[in-house]
T-cell receptor, first 113, second 111 residues
């Protein structure tokens, strides 16, 4: 069964900490994405990557960075976590042909205290 | 930029009743359109998609959606709701590589 795996389901971090959220896919997909999901706001795109070492900003990149050193792994980095970054983070991957849609991970619920 | 509007953040139906979840989009080019479902504490799962061809698209769990270009709509329906359909539903439209999602509609099903 093909999968997108997010390393943590629940994470609690302190304000100011550097936080790494990891995502791994086993489908040899070119594209990978990070979204955050908040009640009433739906999914908002943070960053995406269409190839190794390539990245593009989404709608809300402020306070985040990403790293894609290998095709199967896409990391989201919160440089200095803040309470307004408490959210559900969803990773997804897709082929180059967006018409096939995404495969999502199960999500990481991050709480910043 | 493309956008997606889901009418109604919360829809309640009785078991066995028709389910109708509304989605309108804006796009300057022929879109790819998707419906995803999210069960509690899970990621999103693809229900169905429209790319080209037949405008009535059938998906999993008895859901279907019709692409109406003249109305810029892609509403999701199911003839008879089941308790297990209770979840959050997201409509999405493609924009280059990424998908743009609506804000979601929570479906509640009562017995």
């Amino acid at each position: 069964d093909v999968k997108v795996t997010q390393s943590s389901r629940y994470l609690v971090k302190r304000t100011g900490e550097k936080v790494f959220l990891e995502c791994v896919q086993d489908m040899d997909h070119e594209n990978m994405f990070w979204y955050r999901q908040d009640p009433g706001l739906g999914l908002r795109l943070i960053y995406f990557s269409y190839d190794v070492k390539m990245k593009e900003k989404g709608d809300i990149p402020e306070g985040y960075s990403v790293s894609r050193e290998k095709k199967e792994r896409f990391s989201l980095i919160l440089e200095s976590a803040s309470t307004n970054q408490t959210s559900m983070y969803l990773c997804a991957s897709s082929t180059r042909q967006v018409g096939y849609g995404y495969t999502f991970g199960s999500g990481t619920r991050l709480t910043v205290v | 930029a493309q956008s997606v509007t889901q009418l109604g953040s919360h829809v309640s139906v009785s078991e066995g009743a028709l389910v109708l979840l509304r989605c309108n989009y804006s796009s300057s080019v022929p879109p790819y359109l998707f419906w995803y479902v999210q069960y509690p504490n899970q990621g999103l799962q693809l229900l169905l998609k429209y790319t080209t061809g037949a405008t009535l698209v059938k998906g999993i769990n008895g859901f279907e959606a019709e692409f109406k270009k003249s109305e810029t709509s892609f509403h999701l329906t199911k003839p008879s709701a089941h308790m297990s359909d209770a979840a959050e539903y997201f409509c999405a439209v493609s924009e280059r590589t990424a998908l743009i999602f609506g804000k979601g509609t929570t479906l509640s099903v009562s017995s």
